[in-house]
């Protein structure tokens, strides 16, 4: 390809970086230096796959604070890629910044579960010691920015602190004080207790020791680092009994339990495995673990892989021995930095001790997981942008047909199941389908993890056969929060339905929340005591899913956008007309983000909105 560089070149800190990533150059045509020998009539190259895009933009990222000019025209002769191509993908990330940054970046969560905990009084407090967001601050050493929701939720209000350099970090602060982030922003080796929390700390998980737990029963309690922890409470045992069993068997039993994919969609796990089992091409098959998970109030994937990340590797490899797969891929938020270590501490042990890579428990099975970190893109959680995201292109979703299982991860047979789905795998493995589909409700068997956050007096994950209502769920937590008075309960996170009080003895189940026209989506649980101003919730909400669009298609683009401004409108009280025209319109607006959205964030980007407006005189 003949590239066309600007005149902006890359220092020597950006070209380590690069290096440091992909690798020395082999030769001048891809920025190395010029050896008349080697390269004078032959344009002797070392192809680096488009895939690798994503980490080396990380690299510098991290190295330097921000992605200069010169250092996509570097990245460009190195992978011999156009610098538009790489401009345009850096700059659908929000975690990556294209323009000068100091380089501690501290982001601050205003987003719902945050705000209901005291992030407005935290950013007030920010922008009278660092001034106004995004402006440079102590000599052009710190700045800080809103950023949305990031998985802290149960800990609330929390703060992400990037240092960029030589030896780069990042800190999840929760909860955050203005003294605490003021502390790690000044020295970012610097540890609070309550910024990454033990393993055995009951901040893992509130139910930690009961012993009717299945899911959550290693989670702050055993050593999340540590292999033969896993392997002494039964761990790798569910592996061994698939690879003894075979493909045909571990699908069968995963269709008898009736596992329902739990990110959201919920698909039936074992149709979608079976799907992939019969594609016979002799093309690549991939499995993918969606650990992105960005629904505002979501962490319980989070809890997970840093309380018990061996589980998710066993229901990977399970997967990948039932479907065929060789390569798998961990795609994770890169607002997750502590779950992040601990996924690569288990991939580390794992190989090492032969449950990845070659001859996996001496059969004839290979499979290897590499690890991705996303970068700030909400959507990206949606299955065929995530594989956009991985192959070096922007996050954008696909058309679906073809579905994934045809045409998934560089066009291959494709099965993607998030953290919470996995984790489900070595219980129905070892206990049987049949055994596991008795367990909750007819039509939705099995163990349910819930994220409760806002106004409960006891945050966290919850794990409950599926039935528990709602009632008793909150119950479970401590009860009401705040003032002590319920006014709101946020079911699935901002793509999901608001529900009254007196809706609270609905079991949660997928049949019975979706017939009061509610879902389980990813198991959001937020409440809100009668303090709250729901108006402001809904405007950060529509706020949200502004922001999170990725603009590829023009119903959800022009769709979010306009919703955000009618809400203002009626906030306001600058009514187009009547708020009853107001709000027709927004059903209308609405309708149309259903019907003609390419992805589910369009197609959900009101049904928070309507549900609290059709139970709550909120505008009249």
């Not at 009080?501 to 959001?524: C, H, M, N, Q, Y």
């Not at 502004?546 to 306009?562: A, F, K, L, Y």
Request: with cysteine.
């Amino acid at each position: 390809m003949d590239l066309h560089l600007t005149s902006e070149r890359a220092n020597e800190i950006e070209k380590a970086a690069v290096d440091a990533s992909l690798g020395s150059p082999h030769s001048g045509w891809e920025g190395g230096a010029r050896a008349i020998k080697e390269d004078g009539r032959v344009a002797a190259r070392h192809l680096v796959p488009r895939d690798q895009l994503l980490p080396v933009l990380h690299a510098v990222n991290s190295r330097v604070g921000w992605i200069s000019a010169g250092s996509i025209n570097y990245i460009a002769q190195r992978m011999n890629l156009p610098p538009a191509e790489i401009f345009g993908v850096a700059s659908f990330y929000g975690m990556f910044s294209l323009e000068p940054r100091p380089p501690v970046v501290i982001r601050v969560c205003d987003d719902i579960a945050c705000m209901t905990r005291g992030a407005h009084e935290l950013c007030s407090a920010l922008e009278k010691r660092f001034g106004p967001a995004g402006s440079p601050a102590e000599h052009n050493r710190v700045t800080w920015l809103r950023s949305p929701c990031l998985g802290l939720c149960e800990r609330a209000p929390a703060a992400l602190i990037s240092c960029s350099g030589e030896t780069a970090k990042d800190t999840a602060l929760a909860p955050a004080t203005l003294a605490k982030i003021e502390s790690v922003a000044a020295n970012p080796n610097l540890k609070f207790q309550s910024e990454e929390p033990d393993a055995t700390s009951p901040e893992y998980s509130p139910q930690r020791g009961k012993e009717e737990l299945r899911l959550l029963r290693r989670v702050g309690k055993s050593n999340p680092e540590s292999l033969e922890d896993y392997r002494r409470s039964g761990g790798y045992e569910a592996l061994a009994k698939a690879i003894a069993i075979g493909p045909e068997k571990i699908i069968r039993e995963v269709i008898e339990s009736k596992l329902m994919g739990r990110g959201g969609a919920a698909f039936p796990t074992g149709k979608k495995w079976e799907a992939l089992l019969q594609e016979k091409s002799g093309r690549p098959h991939y499995v993918i673990c969606n650990a992105d998970e960005s629904e505002p109030g979501t962490f319980k994937d989070r809890i997970v892989m840093e309380g018990d990340p061996f589980a998710v590797l066993e229901g990977m490899t399970i997967a990948a021995v039932a479907v065929g797969a060789e390569k798998g891929y961990v795609y994770i938020r890169g607002e997750y930095p502590q779950a992040t270590l601990r996924m690569e501490n288990a991939i580390r042990a794992a190989r090492a001790n032969g449950f990845l890579g070659e001859k996996i428990l001496n059969s004839t099975h290979r499979f290897e997981i590499e690890i991705r970190r996303g970068a700030g893109a909400y959507i990206c959680g949606e299955e065929t942008a995530l594989f956009n995201s991985i192959e070096g292109y922007r996050g954008e979703p696909r058309n679906k047909p073809p579905f994934p299982t045809q045409a998934g991860l560089f066009r291959q047979p494709t099965v993607v199941n998030n953290v919470e789905t996995l984790i489900n795998i070595p219980e129905i493995i070892l206990n049987g389908g049949a055994a596991y589909a008795r367990i909750g409700t007819a039509n939705s068997t099995g163990y349910r993890l819930f994220c409760l956050s806002g106004h409960v007096k006891n945050p966290g994950v919850y794990e409950t056969r599926f039935g528990i209502t709602l009632r008793s769920l909150i119950e479970l937590a401590g009860g009401v929060g705040g003032t002590g008075t319920l006014q709101a309960v946020l079911l699935g996170g901002a793509a999901g339905t608001f529900v009254s009080p007196e809706e609270l003895d609905t079991p949660l189940t997928f049949e019975d929340t979706r017939k009061i026209g509610a879902t389980l989506g990813s198991g959001v649980v937020m409440l809100f005591d009668d303090s709250v101003d729901l108006k402001k919730i809904l405007l950060r909400i529509a706020e949200f899913f502004r922001e999170e669009t990725c603009g590829q298609c023009v119903p959800c683009r022009v769709g979010t956008m306009r919703q955000e401004e009618l809400l203002h409108r009626l906030v306001s009280h600058r009514a187009h007309g009547s708020a009853k025209q107001e709000i027709q319109l927004l059903q209308e607006i609405a309708q149309a983000m259903r019907d003609a959205s390419i992805c589910g964030l369009g197609q959900t980007a009101s049904s928070a909105l309507l549900s609290a407006v059709d139970r709550w005189s909120l505008f009249s």
